[in-house]
Structure formats: C-alpha cells, structure tokens
C-alpha cells in the first residue's frame, strides 16, 4: 500500500460512513399513469368544432400543475411552526394559475404574483373565505397570505371565472410535485408515510408507504374522471373596504 | 203552483250556476291564459337558446374566414417563431385585423400567437398586446386546433367570443378570437326575432334590456333566488313579476359562472276579474264583439220568458183571473155568494174565506136588524120563508110548529137586494120547505084583495090593518137582511104556511102524547131555530084569530074526512100500513094543526094536501088568507 493511496482509502472510508447516515433519508419514487381518457371536462361553451384541417392535440393534463404528492409521515414529527419561515410563490400569468395546485405548509406565507396585464382578485371560496379574503391584485403586483388553517382550499378570481386552482395546506409532510411526465422522487426521513396524490380538489390516491433504506417505487394511475357536474361557483363573500381586509400576516399586494 | 215554485227555483239555479260561472270564469280564464303564456314563454326561451347557438356559430364561422387570411397567418407564424420584430408583425396583424373588423363591426378582436400570447387587438384594449391570453379555455382549444365560443365577463361587460385556430399547412401558429359585447342591440335582435321583451343582466346587474320594462329592478332579485334552479338547468321555470311573465335563461360559457342570463319577458294579460273584464268588453269596439255568439244565451232566455210566462199565466193569472171574475159579479150582485167549487188551490181558499166573511157580515147585520126592529112588525114578513113542519120519515106523524121570531130590519143596505125578487132563497136546514117573501112573490092588487078579504070576515074589519097599517107593513118590510138562497125548494106563489109532513098517518099522535113525538119535537126544534133565524113571522092579530075560528065546522070537518080519506089512499097506493090511523085522531091532529098556524101566521084558513115524498105519504099544511 503506497501512501499516494492512503488519501483515497480515507477519503472512501469517509464515503462509506457518509454513505450510511444517508441512508437514514429513503427515497420515494415513482411515476404517474394519466388514462388517455382523463382529460379535463369538455369546455364550457355552446359550440366545440374540429377545425376540419388538421386534427385537434389532445387535451392533455399538465401533471406539473395539476397534480400533487403529499406523503404524510404516521408517527407525527412536525410541528405547526414548521413552515413558518417558508415563502411558497405563484404566479398568475396568461390569464392562469401557473400552478392550479399549490401546496403550502401550515404556517408559511403564500405569495401570489399577478404578472398578467390585468388585476386579479383571489379568494377562497365559501365556507373558507378566512383562508385567502378577497382581494385585488393589480396587474404587476403580489399580495402574501399566511397559511394558519390547514386543509384544501378551491381559488377562484373574481374577475375572470375560468381561473381556479387549490390550496392545499399541510400540516407536516412533504409535498412533491411531478415532472412533465408524471415522474416523481422524494426524499424523506426514514418510517412509515401516507402518500396522497391531489388532483382537482380531491386526494384521488391513498395509499401507506414504508421508508427506508430502500428506495420505494411507486407506479401510481390517475382514476377515472367521474363525470360529476361542474358545481355551480358559491356567490363570493366580498369585502365592505379593501383597507378593512388586511390582516397583520399578510403582506397586502405591492 | 209547485210547477211555478220548482220552475223559479230552477231558474234560481241557473242563475246561480250564471253568477257562479261568471266569477269564476274570469279567473279560469286566467289561469289558462297564463298557463299559455308560460308554455309560450317556455318556446320562446328555447328559440332563444337556438337563436344564440345559430349566432354563436356565425361568429365562429366569422373567425374561422379571419383565421384563415394569408397575412394573419404568417404574421402569426413569425411571432411562434420568435426571432422576428414583434413590433413590426403587432403592427401588420392589427391592420390586418382592422380591415376585417370594418366589415365586421364587432367590438373584441384579437390575434395570438401559437403560445397564447397576443399579437395585436382591435377594439377593446387595442394598444395592448404581448401578453398571453391563453388561460382562456376558448383560447387554449382554439390553440389546440379547435374552434368554439364562450362568453367573457371582462371589466363588468358581457362579450360573447368565438376563436378559431390559425393553420400553416400542418401546424397551429395562432388563434383569432372576436367577440361582440351583449348590449341593447342584442337584446333589440333578440326581441325581434322572438316576439318577447329581452333584459341582460351579469352578476345581478341588467347591463341591457329591449325599452324600459318596468321590472327591471326585480329581475336581479328573481334571478339570486332561483340560483340554484339556473345552475342545475340552465333556466328557470315561468315566474310572474308584477303582471309580466318572466323565465331566466342562463348564457352558457365562462360568463355563466358570473350569473350571464338573459330574461325573457312578456306581459300577463289579466282578465282578472268579472268588472276587469266588463271594462275590457266596454272599452272594445262594438262592432267587432262576437255578437253571434250570444244568440244561443238569447234564445235561452227568450225560452225562459215563454216558459215563466206560459207558467204563471197558467198556475196564477188564470185562476186570479177568475177569482177576480166571480168577485165582480159578487160585487154587481149576479153572484151571491163565490162558486168555490170552480177554485182550488190558494184561490179556493180565498173563495171560502170571502164566502165565510160574506156570511158573518150578512148574520151580524141580521141581528142588528133584529135588534133594532119596530115596536108594531107587520103581519107577516113576506121575505122569510115559512116553515114546514115535517115528520121523519118512518116515525109517527106529528105536527110541530116552531114559532117564528119577530123579524128584524135588516140594514137598509141590503134593502135592494132583499126586495129583488130575483135574488134566490138559501137552502133551509131539516127537511123544511122554502117559501117565498110575501111582497116578493104577491102583486099589490092581490095583496090588497086579501086584505080586503080578510076584512070581510065577521068581526074582523077591525082587525084587518088599513092601508094606513100596510103601509107601515111595507116599511117594515123594506130593511130586511139578506136573502138567504136555498139550493132548491118549493116556490109558491101565494103565502105558504108550514107544512105538514105526516109519511106516517097511523104513527100520528098529538103532540106531547108519546115520547116519541118528544123525541122529534126536540129533534126538530133545533132544525127550526135555523128557520127561525130566517124568518120573520109576526103573532097574527085578534081579529084574525077571531075570524079565523069562526069558520064552518061542517065545512072543516068534511074538508078533514077527505084529507083523511085521501092520505089512507095514497098510503094504500104507497104500500104503506095503515095500523094505528083513525078518522078521530087524524082530525084531532090537523085540528090542532090548524089552530096553531092561524095563530101563528094569522091566516084565514089551513089548507091540508097529501102528496108522495119519496115513496112515502106526506102531509102539507098551507095557510091560507
């Protein structure tokens, strides 16, 4: 053994040790099946015509938008101050959420971006109108809400109907988001989670994962959309004055 | 009487039934009429529906010509592609997309490129441009190569859109989408074309309406509380605002969740109520009312009036008519009493009741007449029928004679018709004989020549009254009561006394001999108080009496030896026996007989007569002056 090697046997020594106390944080991975089927509802209006030229692209789900994964560990780590540092930013761009499904931790400030040319007016809707008030956003400017109750959330704007998404609000957990493809990985502590796949205002997968120092391959299939009619939106509950909304946690639109 | 009441109870009924109908048919009428209104209503919002949907494809038809235009389409394809002067293509798509819009004339048009972003705009927000609009469903399917409509709430406005894609050979470079804002041009079309007033409201507000209906401001209140009905059919049932007929249509696309509808309203003809609809009926014009159609009601009632009419006639007019009839001839004296056989019903008891008031007058006036008679009565009372004693038939002859009260004078209103001669007798009670009046039945002259006679016999000249006392005989007689009117008898031209009427010779026995003969004495007295009542028979005077028993025994008792002879005869003939009748007691008896009527009717004589009565023999006492 030459001493030239002895930095390498160290430093693969350190490697392994290393090596170990990574193990301690398993690795969730997996990947999405979308039916060809499952796309979103068939647009609202009185006529949808092919153009008779060229076939029409399938209406297809952004999984990055739409979807969300939140693994839950059983044995409750977390804390509520957990996510109180935590900023989760959104943009509303295109006349759209650019992420319909937004997960934020109990406790950490949502920030939402208008980068739209015009205002937004964000809210949740009812019975939850305390979670996220009504309130403008003009065009080029932000407004931040802290998080204090968990659960979901349906977002509506005010102003244009068609924007909607939902807040979803852990407690605890992590909260992974899919690639392009449906594609998922997370990294977590080592024990036993509940993975819960978010899509469209409801958790449509359910299931209990272990943990450990294996990784854990998941192959997931978005259910079968059910053909539930569109609920109509609950009439917002608007605000006496704009002043009369701001809470001390927010950080009012800027 | 009952065909009268069952016929006003029937047409009681009917106008009953008439008034009845006549309330509720109004209301009836009304209910129909909104019931078709409603379902009018229902068709019209259906035609409304198509009428969008047939507008919503010409605008995407619209689009579909602009997507199409060679310029657009490569403009749009440099501004996908990227690297190109965005400012120059904005400029060459707007101009583009202004000379189509000037035929066009639409408020919202705008060009985007493959990701959404816009490229240029006319009309609304014209100088923006570069920002991306696909958030839009309507502008993602139109990227996504399909074409379509929607509605868009923008800055609290109502734009119906239509987009179609922009190809290049064989991709999407882009959309085109234009819209029209819903304003009272849409809703002047819409009315138009359905036939009914158009209101268009967003999030509760009516941004536009066809003239200036009335409930405007209710419709937004209507609209908030049928919500839920709107979400669930896209419509809502008739409703009834203030006399007009309203049904909520939802637009459909985005704008439905900001409460898009469009009110389609007409308004409720109220018929109402019967005055409402008297009004009505008064205010149009006469000659265009379906006057036609009342010709069966006119014929019913002019049906009615013949059968009300042909029915009181019948059941009133005519016996009132006849009862009226008798009455007058009661009243001219041809009638002394009403027939009240030929009445029934209510006019018959109205005949009896005037008969039965006639006789209670015609009694009391009597004894008042009664009461108030003269101290020296005449003679005999000439009007008074006179009694004829008769025996039952089968019972021993016995020969009573009720004595005669005094006469009383009757009211000189009755005077005319007791003198009349042709006013006939009432019927006697018993088996008593009329007799006539004396004054009635007697002429002067012979009057006075039995007076005369009277006073030729022995001592009698100065029994026999004067002419002096005949004239006071006349008064006297003058104020008797009425006649009483026998329904038949026996009329005789000469004073007649009562008579004899012995059915049983051999059963004769003087009065007061036997029980039997006590027994029809009595029955026989009540008989004759009748009579008595009736008639006025005065106590003869002394020198009647006088003359009277100085007549010839042997002429009287031959005259008795024949009477019996011929009463055995006839009794033989009768087949009757002839047990018990002797020649003594039979002269004894029409003795006795005798005596007691020319005491009591102060005759000169009795003259006796067998006849036949009923198969049986009778015996007829007559006085004789």
């Known amino acids: ?254 | 009487m009952g065909l009268l009441r069952a016929w006003v109870i029937l047409l009681t009924l009917v106008a009953a039934l008439a008034a009845a109908f006549a309330v509720l048919a109004p209301q009836m009428l009304t209910r129909d009429l909104d019931r078709e209104i409603d379902a009018r209503l229902e068709r019209t919002h259906h035609a409304a529906s198509l009428l969008l949907r047939v507008n919503a494809r010409k605008w995407i038809d619209t689009s579909a010509q602009v997507a199409s235009d060679a310029v657009l389409v490569e403009s749009l394809n440099e501004a996908t592609r990227g690297p190109s002067d965005l400012a120059m293509v904005h400029k060459t798509v707007q101009d583009r997309l202004r000379y189509f819009n000037e035929r066009m004339k639409v408020d919202l048009v705008a060009a985007t490129d493959a990701r959404g972003r816009v490229i240029a705009r006319v009309g609304l927000d014209a100088a923006a441009y570069k920002d991306s609009i696909e958030g839009y469903p309507l502008v993602a399917d139109a990227l996504r190569g399909q074409r379509g409509d929607d509605t868009w709430p923008i800055g609290g406005r109502l734009y119906r859109v239509a987009a179609s894609p922009v190809i290049l050979r064989d991709h999407y470079v882009g959309a085109v989408v234009i819209g029209q804002e819903a304003t009272t041009e849409l809703a002047e079309s819409m009315k138009a074309v359905l036939g009914a007033d158009v209101a268009l409201m967003l999030r509760g507000r009516v941004i536009a309406s066809t003239g200036n209906l009335p409930i405007l401001d209710k419709l937004p209140v209507a609209s908030a509380a049928h919500a839920a009905e709107l979400a669930r059919g896209a419509r809502s049932a008739p409703l009834s605002i203030d006399g007009w007929a309203v049904i909520l249509g939802a637009f459909v696309g985005e704008a439905a969740d900001h409460q898009a509808l469009f009110a389609l309203c007409t308004p409720r003809q109220a018929v109402g109520s019967l005055p409402a609809l008297a009004a009505s009926v008064l205010r149009a014009d006469p000659a265009s009312l379906p006057w036609r159609s009342l010709v069966p009601i006119a014929a019913a009632m002019l049906l009615c009036l013949v059968i009300g009419s042909i029915l009181v006639s019948a059941v009133a007019g005519r016996p009132l008519d006849k009862l009226v009839h008798h009455v007058q001839a009661l009243a001219r004296g041809e009638l002394q009493r009403l027939p009240e056989a030929e009445h029934r019903g209510r006019a018959g008891v109205l005949a009896r009741a005037l008969n039965s008031t006639i006789e209670r007058i015609a009694g009391r006036a009597r004894a008042e007449a009664r009461a108030s008679a003269p101290t020296a009565p005449p003679l005999v009372d000439p009007a008074r029928p006179a009694p004829r004693l008769t025996t039952p038939p089968g019972s021993p002859a016995s020969i009573q004679v009720t004595p005669l009260p005094p006469p009383a004078p009757p009211p000189a209103a009755f005077a005319a018709t007791v003198m009349s001669p042709a006013v006939p007798l009432p019927a006697l009670p018993g088996n008593l004989e009329p007799i006539a009046s004396v004054e009635a039945a007697m002429p002067t002259s012979e009057f006075e020549d039995r007076q005369t006679r009277a006073r030729d016999w022995p001592g009698a000249a100065a029994s026999i009254p004067s002419s002096a006392q005949r004239g006071l005989f006349t008064q006297s007689l003058t104020p008797l009561p009425p006649p009483i009117v026998p329904p038949q008898g026996e009329m005789t031209g000469s004073i007649m006394a009562p008579a004899v009427d012995a059915t049983a010779p051999n059963e004769v026995e003087p009065e007061g001999e036997s029980p039997s003969s006590q027994r029809r004495t009595a029955r026989a007295i009540p008989t004759a108080r009748g009579f008595e009542e009736q008639t006025s028979v005065e106590s003869p005077s002394e020198a009647l009496l006088l003359a009277a028993a100085h007549g010839t025994d042997e002429e009287i008792e031959a005259d008795y030896r024949r009477v019996f002879e011929e009463f055995i005869a006839t009794r033989q003939k009768c087949g009757e026996a002839l047990e018990g009748v002797t020649l003594d007691k039979f002269i004894e008896k029409l003795r006795q007989n005798r005596a007691q009527l020319i005491q009591r009717y102060g005759c000169a004589s009795v003259r006796f007569q067998v006849y036949v009565k009923d198969g049986r023999t009778a015996l007829k006492a007559t006085p004789v002056s």
């Not at chain 1, 001493?3 to 290393?18: E, K, Y």
């Not at chain 1, 015009?118 to 949740?124: A, E």
Request: glycine share 10%; hydrophobic share 40%; proline share 11%.
């Open chain 1, 1 to 254: 053994m030459s001493l030239p090697r002895a930095p390498g046997a160290l430093l693969a020594l350190l490697a392994i040790l290393l090596g170990g106390r990574a193990a301690d944080a398993g690795v969730v991975r997996g990947q999405l099946a979308i039916p060809s089927d499952r796309g979103d509802p068939p647009s609202e209006g009185l006529w949808r015509i092919d153009n008779g030229i060229l076939p029409v692209a399938p209406k297809a789900i952004d999984p990055r938008s739409e979807c969300l994964i939140v693994l839950v560990p059983r044995a409750a780590r977390a804390s509520k101050e957990a996510g109180k540092e935590e900023t989760v930013t959104v943009e509303l761009r295109g006349l759209r959420l650019q992420t319909s499904v937004i997960a934020v931790p109990l406790g950490a400030t949502l920030e939402i971006k208008n980068e739209d040319r015009v205002p937004h007016t964000l809210y949740t809707a009812a019975p939850d109108e305390t979670v996220l008030p009504m309130r403008p956003t003009p065009a080029g400017a932000a407004r931040t809400e802290r998080m204090q109750r968990p659960g979901t959330f349906l977002l509506l704007d005010d102003e244009l109907p068609h924007v909607r998404g939902w807040l979803v609000v852990s407690e605890g957990g992590v909260a992974v988001r899919l690639d392009e493809r449906g594609a998922f990985r997370a990294e977590v502590p080592d024990g036993r989670y509940g993975l819960r796949l978010f899509y469209r205002g409801a958790f449509v997968i359910e299931r209990d994962v272990d943990v450990g120092s294996r990784p854990v391959e998941l192959q997931l299939t978005l259910p079968p959309r059910t053909p539930a009619k569109r609920e109509p939106v609950p009439e917002p509950v608007r605000p006496a004055a704009p002043a009369a909304a701001s809470a001390p946690h927010d950080g009012g639109t800027r």
